[in-house]
């Protein structure tokens, strides 16, 4: 308080004194033990090197009287200082409108982030950018990367990538993946000195794992199990998809809750980014998708009965012995859709068509529905009661969309209802096994071959699928038997 009443006494003295010119009251300031009147009398008199100096000096002593003063003559930095000596306070939100709108960077910057509206973020990052704010320029490249505007977001990770290891790992691995594996390897090495837990494990993933053709790709025995039903390779075309499938992998080898199940998971294949073509929204399905004839070859040579295709984005499908991932798949989605592979059912509500196949009383290992008398398909409960006589019939809303009371073998929320849930009762185990061995209930990748070739008039490629089909389905049978 006492500083605050000198400051205006010598406010005062000096403000009375009409005989100071702006050459005279500089010279003082420099001199001044107490230098703040005489920069804010300067300042009055249009100085911008007083004003800033005054700025400096308030910021430093964190004196919010002289900064609230040159607010009042609306300087940009002054705002700046004064909003982040109390970010809350009433007045926060106009001084850092003020900032910003002055052209300090910082301000550019940490307006830009309060706003939701990606457009104005972006202005604003810009805007900071181009006055060489490198934080806010490996903002605006974060931005661009988010979505997926990569041309826009290189310019300024090349800027950024000295100094932030989050901008070599980004470009660096943009590099890898065009061709350049000497220059991204470079950024990516330099992003892991520099802690970046995402680089080590990609320089990790190009160790393990070596790029290529469809042509290339030779047969690795199934050693897992002695018995596999469901023998499951993955593939992958990118450093980031090959990065997943060796996490999904290794979820899956120590997953002690699937040992039993009579599934091989073969360590996952690097294909050469341009040996498959694939597509978030495959021929307007609104779901990921590949041309599969580009597949054929690596099918026939792991002797495969399955395959996963992990890809940068689209939503997750099985298809006929085919199932799609893309980056943001969790394990537990992995789970969920290897329960697909064997004939089970979503638990939640499912689109109109297929609940009009299967809420009819079609055969799914975890579904019944409400029949005439009792509940249909009778195969199903008894089955279901085989395996456990007290087992405790739950509701499903597998059918809600066709009005059809359906039924689960569980009270609980399981993992085909919320993939997340990590529920897997052991009756769905057990059912799992008994479908793995059921021919009927299989669709291994052949059946997807077949009607490709079909459909494209290719008889003869057409026959030799169905011929594996058929014999997938003879070898089922007799270990069934």
């Not at 950024?160 to 350049?180: C, I, K, N, W």
């Not at 021929?283 to 890809?311: F, N, W, Y």
């Not at 209802?417 to 052949?446: M, N, T």
Request: glycine share 4%; hydrophobic share 40%; charged share 20%.
């Amino acid at each position: 308080m006492r500083g605050l009443i000198i400051a205006l006494l010598a406010l005062v003295l000096v403000a009375g004194d009409s005989s100071f010119h702006l050459p005279q009251l500089l010279n003082n300031a420099s001199h001044a033990k107490k230098p703040e009147p005489l920069l804010w009398q300067a300042s009055l008199l249009g100085s911008e090197k007083a004003r800033q100096r005054l700025v400096s000096l308030a910021a430093a002593d964190k004196n919010a009287f002289w900064l609230e003063k040159l607010v009042s003559l609306r300087q940009p930095e002054a705002a700046w200082a004064l909003y982040q000596l109390d970010k809350d306070a009433t007045n926060s939100e106009r001084l850092l409108r003020l900032a910003a709108r002055g052209g300090v960077a910082d301000a550019q910057l940490a307006y830009a982030m309060t706003s939701d509206d990606m457009a104005v973020r972006e202005n604003w990052l810009i805007r900071a950018a181009e006055q060489h704010h490198a934080p806010a320029q490996a903002a605006l490249a974060d931005l661009y990367l988010l979505n997926q505007s990569v041309d826009k977001a290189r310019p300024w990770l090349e800027k950024t990538a000295d100094a932030y290891p989050q901008s070599a790992f980004q470009l660096g691995r943009m590099l890898f993946e065009e061709g350049d594996m000497k220059g991204g390897m470079k950024l990516l090495q330099r992003a892991a000195i520099n802690h970046h837990a995402m680089a080590k494990r990609l320089l990790e993933i190009i160790q393990d794992y070596q790029v290529q053709t469809p042509q290339a790709v030779t047969f690795t025995p199934w050693t897992q199990k002695q018995q596999c039903a469901q023998k499951i390779q993955m593939f992958a075309t990118s450093l980031s998809s090959i990065e997943r499938a060796s996490q999904l992998y290794e979820a899956f080898i120590t997953d002690e809750r699937l040992q039993s199940l009579p599934v091989c998971l073969q360590k996952p294949i690097w294909l050469s980014q341009d040996s498959v073509r694939c597509a978030s929204d495959w021929k307007q399905t609104g779901r990921m998708g590949c041309d599969i004839r580009q597949l054929e070859k690596p099918v026939e040579s792991t002797r495969a009965t399955h395959i996963i295709m992990i890809g940068d984005a689209g939503k997750a499908n099985v298809h006929n012995g085919i199932m799609y991932l893309d980056l943001s798949d969790s394990y537990s989605v992995l789970v969920h859709e290897l329960a697909h592979f064997a004939g089970f059912v979503d638990e939640y509500p499912l689109p109109l068509d297929t609940a009009q196949q299967y809420c009819d009383g079609a055969k799914a290992p975890n579904l019944i529905v409400d029949g005439k008398i009792t509940y249909k398909p009778l195969a199903t409960l008894d089955q279901w009661q085989a395996l456990n006589k007290t087992v405790a019939i739950g509701a499903s809303k597998s059918c809600s969309s066709v009005a059809v009371n359906a039924y689960k073998p569980s009270r609980q929320i399981t993992f085909m209802e919320h993939h997340d849930s990590g529920v897997i009762p052991d009756i769905y185990l057990e059912l799992w096994k008994k479908q793995l061995l059921s021919p009927e209930a299989q669709r291994p990748v052949f059946m997807n071959f077949f009607q490709h070739f079909h459909y494209a008039g290719d008889q003869q490629r057409a026959g030799k699928w169905l011929d594996r089909y058929n014999a997938f389905n003879a070898q089922a049978t007799r270990q069934a038997e």
